[in-house]
């Protein structure tokens, strides 16, 4: 077992396990806005409500959900470890150029990124993944006899401090993953000259879409709800 400690403890180690955890998230933020933007159908949440019960009743994906739980964690541990030790290495700011100081603030803020993007986390599935695993019976049916987390999103949506703490928590995650998308494929070796534009485009096209989207729903359900 000694290369999985070292895989945990080294340097080249943690960068691994942090680029290959931050990709596995990626898909997950494709699966989990596609059943978000399901919201949006108009029939009163029966897709969604569908999504859901597919999600929360399908074995292999109730697995996966503690894959995920734990790629969430080592993600989060690896990236402060690395950003501790980043710290202690450099313990004397250096003064850089307006410009690049504009261009890489993002990169130089992860750390606080981050912190804000697992604060919303927590609340998040307090709010959601705790109450629909634990507390399903405080939930009404729809018509098709699903659990309506339709109503708790959109009842979430309306209230004003939720739908801002979302918002800008979408926002610092666009951050993050426009440093972090092409930075995965870096630590992994997988950038080269012929194919790094590619890539980097691609994570820039991502990370519009999918912060896009996230960003657009909060304020979508506040107005809709507020201006009727």
């Not at 569908?50 to 993600?75: D, K, P, Q």
């Not at 504009?102 to 697992?118: E, F, H, Q």
């Not at 666009?174 to 012929?194: C, D, E, I």
Request: charged share 10%.
């Amino acid at each position: 077992m000694s290369w999985v400690t070292q895989i945990f403890t080294s340097s080249l180690g943690r960068k691994y396990v942090m680029a290959l955890t931050g990709l596995f998230l990626c898909t997950f933020l494709v699966i989990h806005l596609t059943g978000n933007l399901l919201t949006l159908m108009p029939d009163n949440g029966l897709s969604f409500n569908a999504f859901t019960h597919f999600m929360e009743s399908t074995i292999v994906i109730n697995i996966l959900e503690y894959v995920l739980f734990a790629g969430f964690i080592i993600h989060i541990i690896q990236a402060l470890i690395i950003t501790l030790k980043n710290r202690s290495t450099r313990p004397v700011k250096y003064a850089v150029s307006p410009g690049n100081a504009n261009s890489k603030w993002y990169s130089r803020n992860m750390g606080v990124l981050g912190t804000l993007i697992l604060i919303f986390l927590v609340i998040h599935m307090r709010d959601f993944f705790y109450e629909l695993k634990f507390d399903e019976e405080s939930f009404s049916l729809d018509a098709n006899g699903n659990v309506d987390l339709y109503k708790k999103v959109v009842a979430t949506f309306s209230i004003l401090p939720y739908a801002v703490l979302y918002f800008v928590s979408m926002f610092a995650l666009g951050y993050h993953l426009w440093h972090g998308f092409q930075s995965a494929f870096r630590s992994l070796g997988l950038l080269h000259k012929n194919y790094t534009p590619a890539i980097e485009g691609l994570g820039k096209v991502y990370t519009i879409i999918i912060t896009g989207g996230f960003m657009f729903l909060p304020v979508y359900w506040y107005l809709v709800q507020h201006l009727k």
